[in-house]
T-cell receptor, first 109, second 115 residues
Framework: TQLLEQSPQFLSIQEGENLTVYCNSSSVFSSLQWYRQEPGEGPVLLVTVVTGGEVKKLKRLTFQFGDARKDSSLHITAAQPGDTGLYLCAGTSGSRLTFGEGTQLTVNP | DAGITQSPRHKVTETGTPVTLRCHQTENHRYMYWYRQDPGHGLRLIHYSYGVKDTDKGEVSDGYSVSRSKTEDFLLTLESATSSQTSVYFC??????????????FGNGTRLTVT
């Protein structure tokens, strides 16, 4: 069974702060996706990373795929209340896509 | 916004009754999935389809069946609902299979409560 562990599980910060959430596994993934989910809605894809060491930026969000393709991080700069949501990572290995349990982020104004 | 509609959005049912959830897509994507989302477990795959009448089991398929008679519709049936099947169910679609890293587009979920 491939497990993706996300940390922290919960994060509550003030507007303007920076934060990093992590997605770790003992398995190697051919690609890794990050999704954001808001209450009452389904997850929405933010980014896909496929190459070890790859860094992708989406406005204030920076995603990194580990060199060994076993882990990933999401860094948010100057968080805003609109960033509040559940952040999920999902890794592909073979034909299987495995989701982490998510990090619930709350950004307080 | 991918054209995915789940119905119903909310349902309360009694233990032992059959329940069918519907997923309808207008994107003509080949792959369709049913997931359940529970606290402490994240998203877990129940069943998926890789074409009309082509389906396969996911990691938590016991007690569930699916059917796909048309490209646009994927039905999830709980044959005899149990309280452990109380959950939020999400349908997702993708253009290609999971091995390609193709992104999933999710519906807005069905909240099912089994009393």
């Amino acid at each position: 069974t491939q497990l993706l562990e996300q940390s922290p599980q919960f994060l509550s910060i003030q507007e303007g702060e920076n934060l990093t959430v992590y997605c770790n596994s003992s398995s190697v993934f051919s690609s890794l996706q990050w999704y954001r989910q808001e209450p009452g809605e389904g997850p929405v894809l933010l980014v896909t990373v496929v190459t070890g060491g790859e860094v992708k930026k989406l406005k204030r969000l920076t995603f990194q795929f580990g060199d060994a393709r076993k882990d990933s991080s999401l860094h948010i700069t100057a968080a805003q209340p609109g960033d509040t949501g559940l952040y999920l990572c999902a890794g592909t290995s073979g034909s299987r896509l495995t989701f982490g349990e998510g990090t619930q982020l709350t950004v307080n104004p | 916004d991918a054209g995915i509609t789940q119905s119903p959005r909310h349902k309360v049912t009694e233990t032992g009754t059959p329940v069918t959830l519907r997923c309808h897509q207008t994107e003509n994507h080949r792959y369709m999935y049913w997931y359940r989302q529970d606290p402490g477990h994240g998203l877990r795959l129940i069943h998926y389809s890789y074409g009309v009448k082509d389906t396969d089991k996911g990691e938590v398929s016991d007690g569930y069946s699916v059917s796909r008679s048309k490209t646009e519709d994927f039905l999830l049936t709980l044959e005899s609902a149990t309280s452990s099947q109380t959950s939020v169910y999400f349908c997702a679609i993708s253009r290609a299979g999971s091995s390609s890293g193709s992104p999933l587009h999710f519906g807005n979920g069905t909240r099912l409560t089994v009393t």
